[in-house]
């Protein structure tokens, strides 16, 4: 089983460094040798080629006359024949004809030899062309100079590498430290950011990881308020049915048992439409009878303001149904009477007096009351309270578009807007 190894931004860095500046220490040393071999070749080369020049005019000379040996400039000296070599240089004589190089063995070090042939009065004659090696070539202290300026030169280079390389391996890691931070952070409000000189890519990525935030937040607050209204939509029936059946205990008239009996009834149904409506809110896919439009008639609308109507009487208020038409809408009655219902109790709750107005057109379902208008938590963007978060939730699995604004005249307008009947009809 392998094992996996976790590392660190800052030890990717020194590794990074580390890996370039042996890379570039081999290749300073791998040039240093190669211009090192290719100075002493060159300089031979130069050496030996010079030799070769001075043949002609060399035999030339002894052809017209000059006696052996012959001084060529102040470095080369030239010989017809192997007697005339110095004892010392005698086996100059045993190199082979066409040779032209440095000696450097114990025959004679140091030293280059250019071994031609010539003819003079019709005989062939032997040439030797000699040229110390330590007058023509560079000493060992301008050699040392050479090798100096090279290690200063391969220094600098490798510094300067080095803190490129460095500057580079920093500005791309220092993006993702910043980020890693910023995830590490227990900021419940942090929004993530990278240094103004990073890479536009990194720029892009802290923009999608704040927007993957947001939702993120955004979904979390949906599901508190998904838990919390759930299971204050269920108490109430339970707590009506659990009140009804233990009255049914006792016994009674058959007309008390007949009302008891109507409530459970009641609170089973209410029951049931919420578990509908916020399951629906859940669900992954819209199931078949949500993917199909429908007509919103006036006896759906009729039976939710009954449902209302002991609520809307307790606090003395009217309401006024303005129903201009009859939209085609997604939504089923069970999420549709949640929408509204949480709309109107809205209105209800904050309305001491006066009336309250619901107006259903073709592609707008409105809720105004004349209550005392928003709160400051409603002004926010996080506002709305429980009931609304789940109207925000649902509108935006039908996509439909809502909206809680004051009116100009007092209280507050709660809007639905959703496609006109003649979009909607194309599916249909």
Known sequence: MSQKINSSTKTFTNKLSLYFNGIALSIGVLIFILSQAGLYWLEDEINTRNLNQSVDYAIDKFQRGAESPLAIGPNIVAYDSVSDIPKNLGQLGSFPIGFNAEITDDIAQDMFLSHQTFLKDGVKHSLYLTMEADSVELTSKEW????????????????????????????????????????????????????????????????TLNSYHQENQQLIKQEQAFARYASHELRTP???????????????????????????????????????????????????????????????????????????????????????????????????????????????????????????????????????????????????????????????????????????????????????????????
């Open 144 to 207: 040392r100079h050479i090798n100096i300026a090279s290690l200063v030169v391969m220094i600098i280079l490798y510094l300067a590498f080095d803190f490129a390389i460095s500057k580079l391996s920093k500005r791309l890691v220092q993006p993702v430290d910043h980020l890693s931070s910023q995830l590490k952070s227990d900021n419940k409000n942090k929004s993530f950011s990278v240094p103004g000189s990073s890479a536009s890519e990194f720029t892009q990525l802290a923009d």
């Open 238 to 428: 339970l707590t009506v049915i659990l009140g009804a059946s233990k009255l049914l205990k006792r016994g009674g008239d058959p007309q008390f048992q007949t009302r008891q009996t109507e409530r459970i009834c009641k609170s089973a149904i209410d029951m049931q439409n919420t578990i509908d409506a916020l399951l629906s809110l859940v669900k992954q896919e819209q199931s078949k009878e949500n993917s199909q439009p429908r007509r919103l008639h006036a006896a759906e609308i009729e039976r939710l303001l009954e449902y209302l109507k002991p609520l809307i009487d307790s606090k003395g208020l009217t309401l006024v149904l303005n129903l201009l038409d009859e939209p085609l809408i997604r939504p089923s009655e069970p999420v549709l009477k949640m929408l509204l219902s949480n709309l109107l109790h809205n209105a209800i709750n904050a309305t001491e007096s006066g009336e309250i107005t619901l107006t259903i057109s073709s592609n707008l379902i409105e809720v105004r009351d004349s209550g005392s208008g928003l709160t400051e938590a409603e002004h926010s963007s996080n506002g709305h309270g429980l009931g609304l978060q789940i109207v925000d939730a649902l509108c935006q699995r039908y996509h439909w578009d809502f909206s809680l604004v004051e009116a100009s005249g007092g209280g507050c307008i709660a809007s639905l807007s959703f496609q006109d009947q003649q979009v909607a009809s194309k599916f249909t």
